[in-house]
């Protein structure tokens, strides 16, 4: 995909800029608002990365003048502002997603691959089972209409689960596709965020969702 980033601080726009074309990415980076607007109005990008504070123009400022212009390309603003008011404005100016720094690089490819793909039809912007449901715009959980307080890992561990509803997840599995880990780090990491998760989306609701099959792994079902 080509990518344009709208990143001031030049450090970090290198470190992402390398990142993304070790992952097959062409990345454009500009460094204010003005020229990432001017840049971003011509439609040639997958997608944008977009810092909220920039010199020029604001980054909240230039997703909103490029929806206003009837450009729809997906934006994910990358910023420090980590408010929840500030989610909400970034949202609601017209962002897909908001992530805060610091951050993982796993994290922000997810993401950027999540909402292009969301921008093509091919992946629904809410997964439900049952009486639960996630949000993957907002990075909101609830369940039977009752919203779930989930950490950033806490909702990828479930978001994983939900694509896989149904199906058996090994610890391998996990460790792969949530926290990119390709080896074995002979710890409890798993096991202490699945039963973090596990009381915040089982206790206190009828159905337990979130099974675990000794010596294979876990599984997400209603049933």
Same mark, same amino acid.
């Given at each position: 995909?080509?990518?344009? @980033?709208?990143?001031?601080?030049?450090?970090?726009?290198?470190?992402?800029?390398?990142?993304?074309? *070790?992952?097959?990415? &062409?990345?454009?980076?500009?460094?204010?608002?003005?020229? #990432?607007?001017?840049?971003?109005?011509?439609?040639?990008?997958?997608?944008?990365?977009?810092?909220?504070?920039?010199? #020029?123009?604001?980054? @909240?400022?230039?997703? +909103?003048?490029?929806? =206003?212009?009837?450009?729809?390309?997906?934006? /994910?603003? /990358?910023?420090?502002?980590? #408010? %929840?008011?500030?989610?909400?404005?970034?949202?609601?100016?017209?962002?897909?997603?908001?992530?805060?720094?610091?951050? &993982?690089?796993?994290?922000?490819?997810?993401?950027?691959? &999540?909402?292009?793909?969301?921008?093509? !039809?091919?992946?629904?912007?809410?997964?439900? %089972?049952?009486?639960?449901?996630?949000? %993957?715009?907002?990075?909101?959980?609830? $369940?039977?209409?009752?919203?779930?307080?989930?950490?950033?890992?806490?909702?990828?561990?479930?978001?994983?689960?939900?694509?896989? =509803? !149904? $199906?058996?997840?090994?610890?391998?599995? /996990?460790?792969?596709?949530?926290?990119?880990?390709?080896?074995?780090?002979?710890?409890?990491?798993?096991?202490?965020?699945?039963? $973090? /998760?596990?009381?915040?989306?089982?206790? *206190?609701?009828?159905?337990? %969702?979130?099974?675990?099959? +000794? #010596?294979? *792994?876990?599984?997400?079902?209603?049933?």
């Amino acid at each position: 995909m080509k990518l344009l @980033l709208v990143e001031d601080d030049r450090e970090t726009a290198g470190h992402i800029v390398d990142a993304l074309q *070790g992952h097959g990415h &062409a990345v454009e980076h500009v460094d204010n608002g003005t020229e #990432g607007l001017a840049r971003a109005m011509t439609g040639e990008h997958a997608a944008l990365i977009v810092d909220r504070m920039l010199p #020029g123009l604001d980054g @909240l400022t230039l997703v +909103r003048r490029l929806r =206003a212009e009837g450009h729809q390309t997906p934006v /994910l603003f /990358l910023t420090t502002m980590s #408010g %929840l008011d500030d989610r909400v404005e970034g949202l609601e100016g017209g962002a897909d997603d908001y992530l805060v720094k610091p951050f &993982a690089f796993v994290e922000l490819l997810a993401r950027v691959n &999540a909402i292009t793909r969301r921008a093509d !039809g091919a992946e629904p912007t809410r997964l439900r %089972l049952a009486d639960l449901e996630i949000d %993957l715009i907002r990075r909101t959980a609830s $369940r039977d209409g009752k919203a779930i307080e989930l950490q950033s890992q806490e909702f990828r561990l479930l978001e994983y689960l939900l694509h896989n =509803a !149904g $199906r058996v997840v090994t610890r391998t599995m /996990l460790l792969e596709n949530v926290w990119d880990l390709h080896f074995d780090p002979r710890t409890n990491i798993v096991e202490t965020h699945m039963s $973090r /998760l596990r009381s915040k989306v089982d206790r *206190g609701f009828g159905i337990e %969702l979130i099974r675990t099959l +000794r #010596g294979t *792994g876990y599984v997400l079902r209603a049933d």
